[in-house]
């Protein structure tokens, strides 16, 4: 009898010391997410599963709640509004697969491009798309053009 409590007393402990080591590594990956550091895989992780890396290059989304930087913000910021200008009538979805962004990543720069009036937006819901807006200058000539015609009549 004294054989088999010893017995699962050391199954105990082994399951335990294995529940520390991943408990101390799953710790260590939230603080490498966190800090923006890129974890690499241990021997022992799922990660051998997972699909391969699909041709387009994905950005990694960023942890819930972190700020892109200001130059972050900007680069951003630019490549959003060339891709309306260059695919006008685009979704938030198409976008973000274009770019490799998650769709949670470009819903705060699109609303900053309306804001700004560079680009406008149509439709509801996942029927919403983007457009870009006509600079003041080229909205104000075909103003004045339309004036004059209606003027000359």
């Known amino acids: ?9 050391q199954r105990i402990r082994a399951f335990a010391d294995e529940l520390r080591a991943l408990i101390r590594e799953a710790a260590h990956q939230a603080i490498d997410e966190a800090l923006g550091a890129t974890a690499t895989p241990t021997s022992n992780s799922r990660r051998s599963n997972a699909k391969p890396a699909s041709s387009k290059t994905r950005r990694r989304p960023s942890p819930k709640g972190a700020r892109r930087t200001t130059d972050q913000m900007q680069r951003d910021l630019d490549a959003l509004r060339d891709h309306v200008r260059r695919h006008p009538g685009t979704t938030a979805l198409e976008i973000s697969a274009a770019l490799g962004m998650a769709t949670r ?10 804001a700004a009036g560079d680009i406008r937006k149509t439709g509801v819901k996942s029927n919403t798309r983007y457009y870009p807006t006509e600079p003041a200058a080229m909205a104000s000539a075909a103003r004045h053009a339309g004036n004059s015609r209606s003027a000359t009549r």
């Open 105 to 114: 990543e470009v819903t705060r720069p699109i609303k900053k491009l309306i």
């Open 1 to 9: 009898m004294a054989d088999i409590e010893e017995r699962i007393e």
